[in-house]
């Protein structure tokens, strides 16, 4: 990796083996500053259901978060599936920012305990900016870690929201990084996260009110036997094509999309 990193817009050539093709690459990268952008996607997908993907917990995500909720309230949409899976975490203070969006003032978002007293503390929402009332699903999985955690536990406790998916990774604890004479360090965990209802989340993680498992192309390999006997071109064709429609299938989001509709139509 560090000999990967240096001077943006230069060139680094990397040497690749491909087992698959028993062959050597050289490729060439152009290096520069990578950009991540917490929020990977913001639409209405329909009747008048608004979709967020966000990816990760980082500095500017609460008024990235803003800003995408401006432009689909705008857009006409009356309520929200807030994809949190595969979302590993980030800033404490930014995953407590993103659920007070959605939470009434005063709300309890998250409590840390320890041994130590003085590192216990506990989150309530502000209601700044607050949206606390049209229907909203959190989509979660195994990917979903830490800050997306403490989101769907504060959605999920204050009867905000549904949380469909499967479990949560188990991860959020508090970790205090003790320097060592050599210069390298412990990581010692010294505190946990809890929901408002006092579940502890490290370990245990968040279970989904709804369980929806993510299929398979369970089909994917058989395909990919019929192709050993076509060309390359059609084989590359026929790939990119299984990938897309791999990409477009969605199962979970399929059914809180319909889940959606049936809490509008209840609600009605």
Do not use: C
């Not at 990977?40 to 008048?48: M, N, T, V, W």
């Not at 050993?228 to 990409?247: M, N, Q, V, W, Y």
């Amino acid at each position: 990796v560090k000999m990967m990193r240096g001077e943006p817009r230069t060139i680094v050539t990397l040497t690749i083996w491909r087992e698959k093709d028993e062959k050597i690459l050289d490729v060439p990268i152009k290096r520069d500053i990578i950009k991540i952008h917490s929020i990977k996607k913001a639409a209405i997908l329909e009747e008048k259901i608004g979709y967020i993907r966000l990816v990760e917990f980082q500095e500017k995500t609460p008024r990235d978060l803003e800003e995408a909720l401006k432009k689909l309230e705008a857009e006409g949409m009356d309520s929200l599936i807030l994809d949190l899976r595969n979302n590993p975490g980030g800033l404490l203070d930014v995953a407590a920012s993103v659920a007070e969006k959605f939470l009434p003032k005063d709300a309890t978002i998250v409590s840390i305990k320890s041994r130590t007293p003085t590192q216990n503390a506990v989150f309530k929402a502000r209601g700044d900016f607050s949206r606390p009332s049209f229907p909203m699903i959190v989509l979660v999985n195994e990917g979903s870690a830490s800050g997306s955690e403490i989101v769907a536990g504060a959605i999920q406790d204050n009867k905000r929201g549904i949380i469909l998916g499967t479990k949560t990774f188990g991860k959020a604890s508090v970790q205090t990084v003790i320097p060592l004479r050599d210069g390298s360090a412990l990581r010692l965990t010294s505190a946990s996260y809890f929901t408002p209802n006092g579940k502890m989340i490290r370990n245990q993680g968040i279970v989904p009110d709804v369980v929806v498992e993510k299929e398979e192309m369970r089909n994917r390999a058989e395909k990919a036997d019929i192709f050993k006997t076509l060309d390359k071109k059609i084989e590359e064709t026929r790939e990119k094509t299984l990938k897309k429609d791999e990409i477009e299938r969605d199962n979970q989001l399929e059914r809180a999309l319909d889940l959606m509709k049936a809490l509008k139509v209840y609600k009605s």
